[in-house]
């Protein structure tokens, strides 16, 4: 089955500790996307990538990173620097080619301590 | 810039009730306009979707009709089940291939009642 997959589905860490969330796509889309989602409000993007070794930032990507070396994975790293991490974080993909469509994976809720 | 703009939640109903969600937006261009239906816990999925003035999106019972001239995107069902009970997010592209991500409203969490 193709689909988006998001690891692990719950995430803890400690204040000043580095975390790597994991996004991985089998529907050969180029286009990937990481948005957070806080209680109450709608997705804001963070960053994105329209091809392998490219990516922008969103409207929030400050104390995040992101890499783009394969077609399939997109991971966010959620930096010791983002003062207020604890949300849900989502993923996304979606073709180039003229479908504004985005399909989404299952989310990571991350927790700091 | 671009925004959205969707009714205050929770929304509750009765079962078979007639339930209309609303959705204004604001683009500086022609945008393509989303429903996403969130489920607890889990990540969005496409309800429907429309891309040109006057198309009508249609999924499983869900309508929207992409109206430019009141800049809204209203979503309808006619009988509404429990398992309809969700958070529903309207969304707006208007970046040329959603390349730049999409616009969210902050979503309407419907509860439905038996």
């Known amino acids: 089955d193709g689909g988006i997959t998001q690891s692990p589905k719950y995430l803890f860490r400690k204040e000043g500790q580095n975390v790597t969330l994991s996004c991985e796509q089998n529907l050969n889309h180029d286009a990937m996307y990481w948005y957070r989602q806080d209680p109450g409000q709608g997705l804001r993007l963070i960053y994105y990538?329209?091809?392998?070794?490219?990516?922008q930032k969103g409207d929030i990507a400050e104390g995040y990173s992101v890499s783009r070396e394969k077609k399939e994975s997109f991971p966010l790293t959620v930096t010791s620097a983002q003062k207020n991490p604890t949300a849900f974080y989502l993923c996304?993909?979606?073709?180039?080619?003229?479908?504004?469509?985005?399909?989404f994976g299952p989310g990571t809720r991350l927790t700091v301590l | 810039g671009n925004s959205v703009t969707q009714m205050e939640g929770p929304v509750t109903l009765s079962e078979e009730a007639f339930l209309t969600i609303n959705c204004t937006y604001t683009?500086?261009?022609?945008?393509?306009l989303f429903w996403y239906v969130q489920y607890p816990g889990e990540g969005l999925q496409l309800l429907l979707k429309?891309?040109?003035?006057?198309d009508k999106g249609s999924n499983k019972g869900f309508e929207a009709t992409y109206r430019k001239e009141t800049t809204s995107f209203h979503l309808e069902k006619g009988s509404v089940q429990v398992s309809d009970s969700a958070v529903y997010f309207c969304?707006?592209?208007?970046?040329?291939?959603?390349?730049?991500?999409?616009?969210f409203g902050k979503g309407t969490h419907l509860i439905i009642q038996p």
């Open positions: 429309a891309t040109k003035a006057d």
């Open positions: 683009a500086t261009g022609y945008p393509s």
């Open positions: 990538s329209q091809i392998v070794n490219d990516f």
């Open positions: 996304a993909s979606s073709t180039d080619r003229g479908t504004d469509t985005q399909y």
């Open positions: 969304a707006l592209s208007d970046r040329g291939g959603g390349a730049d991500g999409l616009t």
